[in-house]
């Protein structure tokens, strides 16, 4: 059974640099033909697709967040990774890394709380 781990900071300032790692285990993330993603959910509001990593080592990102979003991989430690550059008080949310099967996100992290404040 695939579980997916989110880790990193909880508190971070106005323009800096938000990093965070998903850890996948019980499947690789290069295994045909999953998709490898990040979502987030402000407070009040729904849930937004921010991109992915493809098992195939594509990328594709949300048009709203691409100019200060990054996802990456490393196979080694079979994790992948989300930068958002330039943060706002508005990134404020919880953020999920998500699996993509082709039809549906049908595996879930627990979800990390990112809080962007000086």
């Known amino acids: 059974q695939v579980q997916l781990q989110e880790s990193g900071p909880g508190l971070v300032k106005p323009s800096q640099t938000l990093s965070l790692t998903c850890t996948v285990s019980g499947g690789s993330i290069t295994t045909s033909y999953y998709y490898w993603n990040w979502i987030r959910q402000p407070p009040g509001k729904g849930l937004e697709w921010m991109g992915f990593?493809?098992?195939?080592?594509?990328?594709l990102y949300s048009p709203s967040l691409k100019s200060r979003t990054s996802i990456s991989r490393d196979t080694s430690k079979n994790q992948f990774s989300l930068q958002l550059n330039s943060l706002i008080p508005e990134d404020t949310a919880v953020y999920y890394c998500?699996?993509?099967?082709?039809?549906?996100?049908?595996?879930w992290g627990q979800g990390t709380q990112v809080t962007v404040s000086s």
């Open positions: 998500a699996r993509w099967s082709g039809n549906y996100f049908d595996t």
């Open positions: 990593i493809g098992y195939d080592n594509s990328n």
